[in-house]
């Protein structure tokens, strides 16, 4: 991540004196130089709750920079931002609109909407994160990032236990020590994993062979060897989650695809799965949308796509300290 923002603050300054074309109202005529990148994470607030908004796509131009919003409802003619108005294009039923970002801080928004009988002004927080070393969590001490080999997963720590970890191309899961409160408010694209996972649905066997020695009756996910809670088309059964207590879901890389969880990888981490129609793609997200609801967790492991054996070494350790009880832990070492 400390690569990332080095890489962040060069591009900007080049871009800036390069010069370029700036991007016009609704960002139409960005310059064709402009770099490009996929967010490390997105959150947004505000409005009724129906409204979905990602960001696939951050673009430097001179200095400045452009987040594509995708907001999952075509009636939305246009978003204004410090009384600018940022005119919307509408495909696959959306609409996507360029709009000039702070990154690493919060940016109000307001959407005209003409879903109503009468057109609608809603005012919306976004936030679009890259390189940040730090994150801020209301009443949480940021203390480091820890240092790490993975370049999939990082790690911010917190006192008293609290630690923040970061997917590329996923998202962000704060984990909750055992006995500690859930901070609040949360951002709406933070998950919650209170340690320790007392039960956990888990996707895949290589995903399970990942994991510590753990005890059978702990792990929800398989029964007799064999995947429980899986239904036609290898749809979660949500209701047998809930009545066996799950409070993890830990999915293989293949939910990684940004249609599923609405961040778009930028090339370095390409993760958008070619396997995947856009119909299949369209139900996971589905899926992964009802777990959010839920307030199960639904953590994507992407261990096997580091490219080194140390990388993949500190996922294995998460996952220890997922699993195991902190004074099991102690003891064991």
Known sequence: MRIRTLI????????????GTAAAAGGEDASADAERF???????????????ITCPEVEIVDGQAWATLVLSSRNYPWVRVDGVQYDAEHPDNNSVVKIPVELNAPVEIVGLTTAMSEPHEIVYT??????????????????????TEAELLDVLLYEDGYKL????????????????EIPAPLENDMQVIRLPVSGAYVETRELMEQLPEPDAAALAGFEGGEAAFVGAGGELMLPKLLKNKCSLVLLSSLWADGRIVGAEPDAEDAVTREELTDEQAQELRRIYEALKEYAIPAFVDRSGEEPAPEGAAVWEALYQELFVPAEDAEKAS
């Open 165 to 180: 970890v970061r997917v590329a191309g996923v998202g962000r899961y704060l984990l909750v020590p055992e006995g500690g």
């Open 126 to 147: 976004v936030c679009v994160r890259y390189g940040a070393e730090e994150e801020l969590i209301p009443g949480l001490t940021f203390l480091e990032r820890e240092e």
């Open 38 to 52: 996929a967010p490390d994470s997105f959150s947004f607030s505000g409005g009724s709750g129906k409204l979905t």
């Open 8 to 19: 962040l603050a060069v591009l900007m300054m080049v871009s800036a004196v390069l010069g």
